[in-house]
């Protein structure tokens, strides 16, 4: 099992940033790709940004140059700083971990952070 906590949401002004964080910890595997998914209201989830423990990274179009997504593999922590917010960034951001090889396949969530951008 792997267990992901998140915080750093809230509310802002268009224009305005936030950084998100989210911190794995339990049954984790050195190679992985940890991201960050958002979800609006009557929309799907969809992928904002990944890296990779290589730190090979991807973004969503809508948020590349605004977004920057980092993280710390001895602290197990990976962070999403989010610049110019737009209010389509709104909705509930999800951590996510993910890890496959020959013998187990992981993909575990955390439990979402709500980011509310006013205009």
């Known amino acids: 099992q792997v267990q992901l906590v998140e915080s750093g949401g809230g509310l802002v002004q268009a224009g305005e940033s936030l950084r998100l964080s989210c911190t794995a910890s339990?049954?984790?595997?050195?190679?992985?790709?940890m991201g960050w998914y958002r979800q609006a209201p009557g929309k799907q989830r969809e992928l904002v940004a990944t890296i990779t423990n290589t730190g090979s990274r991807n973004y969503a179009d809508s948020v590349k140059g605004r977004f920057t997504i980092s993280r710390d593999n001895a602290k197990n922590t990976v962070n999403l700083q989010m610049n110019s917010l737009r209010p389509e960034d709104t909705g509930l951001y999800y951590c996510?971990?993910?890890?496959?090889?020959?013998?187990?396949?992981?993909?575990?969530w955390g439990q979402g952070t709500q980011v509310t951008v006013s205009s």
């Open positions: 339990g049954s984790i595997f050195a190679i992985n790709t």
């Open positions: 996510n971990y993910k890890h496959s090889d020959f013998q187990i396949s992981q993909d575990y």
